[in-house]
């Protein structure tokens, strides 16, 4: 099946502690996006990447670092400088090209706490 | 800078009642694109529909129909005959004809229907 992989479901961080989330897509998607979800906000992009080897700051970076060496994968690291991890983390990705065919699509989230 | 508020933070319904969830949108952008999301308790956010921004026709798509209107800048969900399965947070976003295919959500909609 196609679609968009996240890993681990849950993740709990101790102090001073960097972990990474993973996100995995088989559809062939240039673009992949990593947004955080906090209670009764909407998403905020952290970063996102239009190609391999290529990323781009999002609205809340700081604290957070990405990598895209392959094209089906964009692991997001949660590094100790992030004082205010606990969130919900959804990996999307999309098309790129024409604007008509930028819809983005998303994972089940990685629920991440800390410790 | 674009914005989108969704004013409604949580709706409840009985099954078989019709409810509408409101967005309301600010870009300076003559070209942009706007998008439902659906986060079911799951916590994966469904692509509902984009609509852009030279096409005002309203949308049918079984019990969901979309009323975008310029004039007020907004973008409206109705779920006819709502069903418990409808439950969920729906999130209204917008992406601006720049590059980059970043999108602003808004805080979402809590939407509980009940027997």
């Known amino acids: 099946d196609g679609g968009i992989t996240q890993s681990p479901k849950y993740l709990f961080r101790k102090e001073g502690q960097n972990v990474t989330l993973s996100c995995e897509q088989n559809l062939n998607h240039d673009a992949m996006y990593w947004y955080r979800q906090d209670p009764g906000q909407g998403l905020r992009l952290i970063y996102y990447?239009?190609?391999?080897?290529?990323?781009q700051k999002g609205d809340i970076a700081e604290g957070y670092s990405v990598s895209r060496e392959k094209k089906e994968s964009f692991p997001l690291t949660v590094t100790s400088a992030q004082k205010n991890p606990t969130a919900f983390y959804l990996c999307a990705s999309s098309m790129t090209g024409t604007l008509a065919k930028n819809i983005q699509y998303f994972g089940a989230g990685t629920r991440l706490s800390v410790l | 800078a674009q914005k989108v508020t969704q004013a409604q933070t949580e709706i409840s319904v009985v099954e078989k009642e019709d409810v509408t969830l409101d967005c309301v949108y600010e870009t300076r952008d003559t070209t942009y694109y706007l998008f439902w999301y659906k986060q079911p308790p799951s916590g994966e956010l469904v692509f509902l529909i984009r609509?852009?921004?030279?096409?005002?026709q309203n949308e049918i798509s079984g019990r969901y129909s979309w009323n975008f209107q310029k004039s007020t800048s907004s973008f409206n969900f109705t779920i006819t005959a709502s069903q418990v399965v409808d439950s969920a947070v729906y999130f209204c976003a917008l992406r601006e004809g720049g590059g980059g295919n970043k999108l602003t959500f808004g805080t979402g909609t809590q939407l509980k229907v009940e027997l």
């Open positions: 609509r852009n921004s030279f096409d005002e």
């Open positions: 990447s239009q190609i391999v080897n290529d990323f």
